[in-house]
């Protein structure tokens, strides 16, 4: 037997370990099961080459708790150490890894999200150990080995007595660390970071029912019988070829991955690229609402199949994170800052490979399938339109399958709308003037009054429209967006043929006069205009660079300080209305102002604007006025 100590230069490093990422201590199951999977790994590549002259056979890894000696079993049926191998992995290479690593982490703030922890590797069981053993044997034909450290540098080194190949952690655990002995818990921490590991994971067993013997009664009860009870899925979907994948295989990995999660998901996009970087992985679009702050950190970083984290910001593009899904790749680094991970070069290029497949898929499905998108297009739009604002190419490539909705329920692309509303939506100076309501309820009257006067309108409603428009203003040629209350029609798409006022000059200067006082304090602007006679005599506006920027300060952007504006309004009145000639023509001020109290409340009606008090007293006068 040897003793020896461990060579480190830091003589605490063990309540240095202890303390290291105190949140995270249930990462060394996460460690322990790696290393147990690399071993068993090497094995097979050996077996595979030649090298290893023995029977790879079907290994498994086992976790074993052990209540009333307070032990915690790590075993898997891998490579094995020898006595030799012992003294340079863990007493020389592991702490000298722990080392570095504590060194270059342990005045990091806990907050600086250093993303995996990767590479804490075996001494990551002093986290939760007051003493660790090794029972180790190799596949060379050597004796075995048992190695045991209390938690000081000071460890001992024996010839072991296990006879088959493969490694044994056991872990006493230290009395802060009790929840470790819990079934439960161990089982919580297998599922999280160990569901898809590719050597199945054994953790006691569990009752299978087997089928009735023929002939068996119906009362007879279905034989069972006592199996392992493995907890994870070796192969999962990501991992094999999207040919060998059926629709539904991708639905039951969903289901895998969101137990919890009762809609079927809308499409998915199969991830896989060996070159520049190596990255595998399924994104799924779930039903997306109008809510941006849906719930993020869906989307699953793997590494090698063990799971990291379920941050991905800045390795998926932002307005990627409201996917759900899996993403694998070994070529993420792990030991860094979030900041260092946004900064870095190969990083970079795999957010805009995924945008790029993102965008591809959209497409294709758009292309082969143009119903079906149609269809789903409410619930996908929120990521397309925040994907057309934050990148630029994925705009460029948006303009094939972004669709415009009418009110009515028509999708045109952009090019489709174009033709479709010129030359009745351009106006006298060549610019199209696309009209668009947010809510088909609330401005009805006012997608009436222009589908009556034979234009279309279109339902905008997500809650980043106001940023969309501006980006599609700016990036097309003689464009702009107006919504359907903004101004009247003829205000809206001016064309040349100006209607005749059949009132003078002088007498709209007073009935602008009459109206305003009457109106006092109600802070409308009023503006007259010469409007067919059939249309509304008094219609309230919301001037749309005002509103939209407000409505954008709101979401982020838009000009500073207009999101506590209060709302602005125009009362725009149709001199050539027969009711507004009686306005002008009434005697009384009595009768004149209960005319205009009555047209104006009528139009905050339409407008959605008349509640409370307000709307009490308008009901209350229209009774009077029918009686």
């Given at each position: 037997?040897?003793?020896?100590k461990i060579n480190v230069s830091v003589e605490n490093i063990f309540p240095l370990i202890k303390k290291f990422l105190y949140s995270d201590h249930e990462i060394f199951l996460r460690e322990l099961i790696s290393n147990a999977t690399d071993a068993t790994l090497k094995l097979k590549h050996l077996t595979s080459i030649g090298e290893a002259k023995v029977e790879y056979g079907n290994p498994i890894i086992e976790v074993k708790i052990d209540k009333k000696a307070k032990k915690l079993h790590i075993i898997d049926q891998g490579i094995g150490m020898t006595q030799e191998e012992v003294k340079k992995y863990i007493n020389e290479v592991a702490f000298s890894g722990a080392e570095e690593f504590l060194d270059k982490y342990k005045d990091a703030d806990k907050d600086a999200g250093i993303i995996g922890h990767f590479g804490l590797g075996f001494y990551s069981s002093f986290m939760v150990a007051k003493k660790v053993e090794i029972l180790t044997k190799s596949y060379k034909d050597e004796p075995a080995a048992h190695w045991s450290c209390d938690g000081t540098p000071e460890f001992t080194l024996k010839k072991g007595s296990k006879d088959s190949r493969g490694t044994e952690i056991i872990l006493h655990l230290a009395d802060d660390s009790e929840e470790f002995l819990e079934e439960a818990r161990i089982r919580e921490l297998l599922t999280k970071y160990n569901k898809f590991m590719p050597i199945p994971i054994k953790f006691g067993t569990r009752t299978e029912t087997l089928p009735k013997p023929e002939g068996a009664k119906e009362e007879d009860e279905a034989p069972?019988?006592?199996?392992?009870?493995?907890i994870n899925n070796p192969n999962p979907a990501w991992t094999k070829k999207p040919a060998d994948l059926k629709d539904e295989d991708y639905k039951s990995f969903y289901r895998e991955l969101y137990p919890m999660q009762f809609e079927e998901p809308l499409f998915n996009i199969h991830l896989n690229v060996d070159y520049p970087f190596n990255l595998t992985g399924i994104l799924y679009f779930p039903k997306l609402t109008n809510d941006l702050n849906i719930q993020k950190d869906r989307i699953q970083l793997y590494q090698n199949q063990v799971f990291?984290?379920?941050n991905v910001e800045g390795i998926v593009p932002e307005f990627l994170t409201m996917l759900r899904g899996v993403i694998d790749s070994p070529d993420i680094p792990l030991n860094v800052s979030r900041s260092y991970l946004q900064a870095d070069g190969a990083v970079k290029k795999i957010a805009s490979?995924?945008?790029?497949?993102?965008?591809d898929k959209l497409n294709s499905l758009f292309k082969d399938n143009r119903e079906d998108f149609e269809a789903k297009w409410n619930d996908i739009k929120i990521v397309i339109e925040y994907g057309m604002l934050s990148e630029e190419k994925f705009f460029e490539k948006a303009d094939a399958f972004a669709l415009y909705p009418t009110v009515e329920g028509a999708y045109y692309?952009?090019?489709e709308l174009k033709e479709k509303l010129s030359p009745a939506h351009t106006d006298k100076d060549g610019k199209l003037v696309v009209l668009y309501a947010s809510d088909k309820e609330a401005q009805h009257g006012y997608i009436e009054a222009a589908r009556s006067q034979g234009y279309e309108?279109?339902?905008l409603d997500s809650p980043i429209v106001g940023h969309l428009l501006q980006k599609l203003e700016t990036s097309k040629e003689n464009l702009s967006f107006a919504r359907v209350d903004a101004d009247h029609l003829d205000n809206l798409i001016k064309k040349e043929d100006t209607k005749i006022s059949k009132l003078s000059e002088e007498e709209k200067e007073n009935l602008k006069t009459q109206i305003e006082e009457v109106l006092g304090e109600k802070g409308y602007t009023v503006q007259l205009e010469t409007m067919d006679s059939q249309a509304a005599p008094f219609i309230i506006t919301e001037p749309e660079f005002m509103r939209r920027m407000k409505e954008m300060q709101q979401?982020?952007?838009?000009?500073?300080?207009m999101g506590n504006m209060p709302d602005m309004f125009n009362l725009v009145v149709n001199t050539n209305h027969e009711l507004v000639s009686e306005i002008l023509n009434t005697k009384t001020a009595k009768k004149r102002a209960r005319l205009i109290n009555q047209s104006l409340d009528l139009a905050r009606l339409s407008k959605g604007l008349l509640k409370g008090e307000a709307l009490t007293n308008f009901i209350k006068r229209s009774y009077e006025m029918v009686k």
């Open positions: 037997m040897a003793t020896g069972t019988r006592e199996v392992d009870d493995i990291v984290t379920d490979y995924i945008s790029r497949k993102v965008a692309t952009f090019e309108v279109l339902l979401t982020g952007g838009g000009m500073f300080g």
